[in-house]
């Protein structure tokens, strides 16, 4: 913090799912557990560790992977230019290897926008009436993308996730998001609500 004046976090340069119990049957996995590497950005320190899509992550330097959300929170706690002992799952043999973990990259260009979606590293967009009626939502905005390593990845949010609140306000459509996205308070973990296949989940999330 005294040295750049902000916090760097670790950064591995995936996208990740959870595996789901038709996955781990499909993937030879003796249980739905760990994180599903669903793509990785070129030339980031998962491709030079040599980590592939279709690899499931089931330690991460020392620490077990239950679910998708572990991964990115676990790489986040650790130092930059840190080593650190990578155990995947690959065509139905463990492999481990090394990684060198990064630092997330600014995606704040100089006009302030992002290239990896807004503050929390999302894409979003209205609730269709249907997906409403069918979740008996009365608000909320639909996550389209969730940028890889983001405050978004770290607290679990994926594609297809509704949110319906954030901190204590709730969330009716997306010019009532982005205004509460504006009032988000930074380096403090705040309460999130959203849906997911139905369902009612609380998280927190937390803006560096």
Do not use: C
Not at 56 to 67: A, L, Q, R, T, Y
Not at 68 to 96: C, M
Not at 125 to 142: F, I
Not at 150 to 164: F, N, P, Q
């Amino acid at each position: 913090m005294k040295a750049k004046g902000k916090v760097e976090r670790g950064w591995l340069g995936v996208y990740i799912q959870d595996v789901d119990k038709n996955l781990a049957e499909s993937l030879d996995l003796e249980k739905p557990s760990g994180a599903l590497i669903a793509q990785v950005e070129p030339g980031s320190p998962a491709d030079k560790a040599g980590i592939e899509a279709g690899d499931v992550v089931i330690e991460f330097d020392g620490k077990e992977i239950i679910e998708a959300s572990d991964l990115p929170h676990t790489v986040g706690l650790i130092a930059p230019g840190k080593k650190a002992s990578v155990l995947v799952i690959r065509k139905s043999k463990e492999k481990r290897m090394q990684v060198t973990v990064g630092a997330r990259p600014d995606s704040e260009g100089a006009n302030g926008s992002r290239a990896d979606g807004d503050l929390l590293g999302l894409t979003v967009e209205e609730v269709d009436e249907d997906q409403r009626s069918k979740w008996r939502l009365s608000g909320g905005v639909a996550v389209v993308k969730v940028a890889p390593d983001s405050a978004a990845a770290e607290a679990g949010l994926r594609s297809g996730d509704v949110i319906v609140q954030l901190g204590y306000r709730s969330i009716a459509d997306v010019d009532e998001y982005e205004a509460v996205l504006e009032d988000m308070p930074r380096g403090t973990p705040v309460a999130l609500r959203f849906f997911r296949k139905g369902r009612s989940v609380f998280r927190t999330i937390e803006i560096d």
